[in-house]
Each structure stands twice: as structure tokens, then as C-alpha cells.
């Protein structure tokens, strides 16, 4: 079982920054891969960045330049770095953990971008 807290996120005006924590039960380094989605209203769960056991980076189109996902093996923290906030932005961002099959979900943290 892998228990996973999302926080940092909170209400930004467009073209700041935001730092998301996730906190892991686990070692993160025990993960597969781990990873950020996100949620906006009325639209689907979509993936912003996952990263891997070994190190390796995916982020979707979306998120290339602006989003930057890292992971500190000795603290079991995953971090998600939004620059230059978008409106589009807004969502409820959720923490993954992949590991033996199963996937593991955090409850999610707001993030809430105003003009």
C-alpha cells in the first residue's frame, strides 16, 4: 500500500509559479514511475509529467517548457515546477505512484490561475 499527499498548490495570478509536493509513503525510488495529472473542470483526467524508477522524463505536449518534474529519492518527495501560469491551468493536479501493477492516487491539490 502506498499512501501519497499532494500539496503546494493554491491560488496564483496568470504568468507566476508554483511548486506541488507530493509525499510518499514509500520510497519513491521503489516506484516504477511516478507522476503528475490533471484535472480541469469538466474535462478528463490528463497526464502532465511522469518520471521513472530509472530517471527517465515524459511530460505531454502540454506541459513541455513550462512544467518541470523531479523527485528526491531521500526525502520520498515528487515536485511538479509550474512557470509562467496559464489560465488553462487551472485543474486539481494528482500525485501517481505506479508499482507492482497498481496504481496509487493522492487526493490532489488545487490549482486555481486568475487573470
Known amino acids: 500500500q502506498v499512501q501519497l499527499v499532494e500539496s503546494g498548490g493554491g491560488l496564483v495570478q496568470a504568468g507566476g509559479s508554483l511548486r506541488l509536493s507530493c509525499a510518499a509513503s514509500?520510497?519513491?525510488?521503489?516506484?516504477?514511475?511516478m507522476g503528475w495529472y490533471r484535472q480541469a473542470p469538466g474535462k478528463e483526467r490528463e497526464l502532465v509529467a511522469t518520471?521513472?524508477?530509472?530517471?527517465?522524463?515524459n511530460y505531454a505536449e502540454s506541459a513541455k517548457g513550462r512544467f518541470t518534474i523531479s523527485r528526491d529519492n531521500a526525502k520520498n518527495m515528487v515536485y511538479l515546477q509550474i512557470v509562467s501560469l496559464k489560465l488553462e491551468d487551472t485543474a486539481l493536479y494528482y500525485c501517481k505512484a505506479h508499482r507492482a501493477g497498481i496504481d496509487y492516487w493522492g487526493q490532489g491539490t488545487q490549482v486555481t490561475v486568475s487573470s
Open positions: 514509500r520510497t519513491v525510488f521503489s516506484m516504477n514511475s
Open positions: 518520471i521513472t524508477s530509472g530517471g527517465r522524463i
